[in-house]
């Protein structure tokens, strides 16, 4: 049975997959920033969602 990309649920919200083209762009468009930058606060802090996000949250400042 193969993954159906088209279904994301919480789960699938809660982590970044880098290894996903529809994923870097749906997260780099949620926190607005470049593929490059999101790479680097995955690298940073880890694929949560919440680390990333509060991470760069903190770079802007």
Same mark, same amino acid.
Do not use: C, P
């Given at each position: ?7 994301? $649920?919480? /789960?699938?919200?809660?982590?970044? *997959?880098?290894? +996903?083209?529809? +994923? ?7 926190? $607005?920033?470049? @593929? +490059? /930058? &999101? +790479? @680097?606060?995955?690298? %940073?802090? $880890? *694929?949560?969602? @919440? %680390?990333? /996000? @509060?991470? &760069?949250? *903190? %770079?802007? /400042?």
């Amino acid at each position: 049975m193969s993954d159906d990309k088209t279904k994301t $649920g919480n /789960q699938d919200r809660s982590r970044i *997959n880098l290894s +996903e083209d529809y +994923e870097v762009r749906y997260w780099s468009s949620k926190f $607005g920033v470049t @593929a +490059e /930058q &999101l +790479e @680097a606060a995955v690298q %940073a802090v $880890g *694929n949560s969602a @919440a %680390a990333v /996000q @509060a991470h &760069l949250k *903190n %770079a802007a /400042q």
